[in-house]
């Protein structure tokens, strides 16, 4: 190809460029540039806080989940010392039953003896009283026959046993 | 609804074109029967369609060239002059002469020379027209291609800004989600790898503009009717200007370190920090020229080569090859629209790498 006059392609194509590249920059690039950028700063954000959002619902999760955990374990320690409780409660009850049953039988035992006791006692009066009208009467048999108190005193004798 | 709206200005500005200056039918009888005896001649055919021109050849109807005339802006000695460049009657051999403001133009090989006394050109021993000629602003084929790039880019991406708004500027509507793609594969495999994601922003402006230049014009050179099938970007002046450019925003970016690891390398003797340094000097320059060239020859070649394979019909002179020609050239022509997007690519991403190169902080010290 033969160039001919250089200065005309040259010069409009300089004119032209240069025109069209202001044009350009000003009303084109710059506006869709910023638009995009904005876009994907905007996408950016959204993707950041839907990660941090996600964050604070695992977050969320692991905090319920450990006070689930905490709530579980507080409700078995009660349960624990519930059961331990009643334990001592059943052993305490036993242990105050038996001692108290000692007590009941001991008392019991202690008032049978006593009864028994004072029962012996007026027993005896009993019989100190018997044998008193016996030696009573026998005197006053005695006195009119002496076999024959002798006898009574006897048959008397016979007829108290001492149990 | 925008998608509408930018298909009716484009239609209007169409419109307002061909109405305006509309087309200039010129009978070539002559010539015509000069063309059918001549023999065919591929090298100047293809010569011709991927050379600049002052008008814009649309069709031969019968013989008779259809063009749209294009306006010549000439800066003379006694200052500016405009005409159409129809005035010269499809003229390209130095015969025609146009007069305006009592000068005589004529018009030889696509370059508009004063005319001699004779009103003629004069030609040395080579051939070459030894005429002086004006400084010629013409609005070529070339420079209108790069009009209409541009004014298709400004179509396309105000209305892509626009439509951000609409989308309550989060997400595009409309031609937006279209572009949006495509800009943010100029960011994010261009801009960012190479420049930095510190640095990268400032430059965007450059290599979405370069970028989305060269493609549309890479592409308007595969559409073959009118108002497209000018390329700009076989145009060795245009690649030169874009690479100049380049240049120019990687020298003024460049740092420190830049700096002195062109003319102080270091991790190096001395006496290779010398030699070093006339060589990296040199490669300041080769790396942009290598830009310029690569665009340009990538893009010529295509062309070069469908044009190649249409001609060989009338080398060969029988349709019979036709379906081979129109087979290999429909291949080459989706070959070459993904060379248009790659060359595209290529540029922005070595003009990006030579941007990052100058702009990047070594960390090794």
Request: proline share 3%; aromatic share 10%.
């Amino acid at each position: 190809m033969n160039i001919t006059h250089p200065e005309s392609l040259i010069f409009w194509t300089v004119i032209v460029f240069v025109v069209l590249f202001i044009l350009l920059r000003k009303f084109a690039w710059k506006p869709i540039l910023s638009a995009v950028n904005n876009r994907e700063s905007k996408i950016e954000e959204a993707l950041e806080a839907a990660k941090k959002a996600r964050e604070e619902m695992e977050n969320l999760q692991a905090d319920n989940e450990k006070m689930l955990a905490e709530a579980r374990a507080e409700r078995d320690a009660m349960l624990k010392e519930a059961r331990e409780i009643k334990d001592k409660i059943i052993a305490d009850a036993k242990e105050a039953a038996a001692t108290q049953g000692a007590a009941i039988l001991e008392q019991a035992k202690a008032e049978i003896e006593s009864e028994k006791k004072s029962a012996l006692v007026e027993l005896k009066t009993e019989v100190a009283n018997i044998s008193l009208e016996i030696a009573q009467k026998v005197v006053k048999e005695e006195l009119s026959d002496e076999a024959k108190q002798l006898k009574q005193v006897e048959k008397m004798l016979n007829e108290v046993t001492l149990n | 609804m925008i998608a509408k709206t930018t298909i009716k200005r484009t239609l209007l500005l169409f419109l307002m074109f061909t109405s305006i200056l509309g087309f200039s039918q010129e009978h070539h009888e002559a010539e015509k029967k000069a063309d059918t005896e001549e023999e065919f001649d591929a090298t100047e055919l293809i010569m011709h369609h991927i050379s600049d021109a002052h008008e814009f050849h649309v069709a031969d109807i019968n013989g008779e060239s259809i063009s749209f005339p294009l306006p010549v802006i000439l800066w003379t000695d006694n200052g500016l002059v405009t005409f159409m460049s129809s005035e010269f009657h499809h003229d390209n051999t130095g015969e025609h002469v146009v007069e305006k403001n009592g000068m005589k133009f004529v018009r030889l090989h696509e370059e508009i020379y004063y005319a001699n006394k004779h009103g003629g050109i004069t030609l040395n021993e080579e051939h070459h027209a030894e005429n002086r000629r004006p400084l010629n602003f013409s609005i070529t084929k070339n420079v209108f291609s790069l009009f209409l790039a541009a004014a298709l880019m400004l179509l396309i991406f105000i209305p892509t800004a626009r439509s951000y708004k609409k989308g309550n500027g989060v997400m595009p509507k409309g031609i937006g989600r279209f572009m949006e793609p495509l800009i943010l594969f100029v960011r994010d495999d261009i801009a960012k790898p190479n420049i930095g994601e510190k640095k990268y922003k400032a430059y965007m402006p450059y290599l979405l503009t370069v970028f989305f230049l060269i493609w549309i014009g890479n592409i308007f050179g595969l559409i073959p009717f009118f108002p497209f099938s000018g390329t700009l970007t076989n145009d060795i002046l245009f690649t030169g200007v874009m690479a100049a450019i380049t240049f120019l925003i990687t020298q003024f970016s460049g740092n420190k370190e830049y700096w002195g690891h062109i003319f102080w390398m270091p991790g190096i003797p001395v006496p290779m920090k010398i030699i070093m340094a006339p060589i990296e000097l040199i490669g300041i320059f080769t790396k942009p020229f290598a830009l310029m060239i690569r665009l340009f020859a990538n893009i010529t070649a295509g062309h070069i080569i469908i044009l190649s394979l249409f001609s060989l019909i009338f080398i060969f002179g029988t349709a019979w090859v036709s379906p081979v020609s129109v087979g290999f050239a429909l291949f080459m022509n989706v070959l070459e629209l993904l060379v248009a997007a790659l060359q595209a690519y290529v540029f922005t991403l070595l003009s990006a790498l030579f941007i990052g190169q100058a702009v990047a902080e070594h960390d090794h010290h």
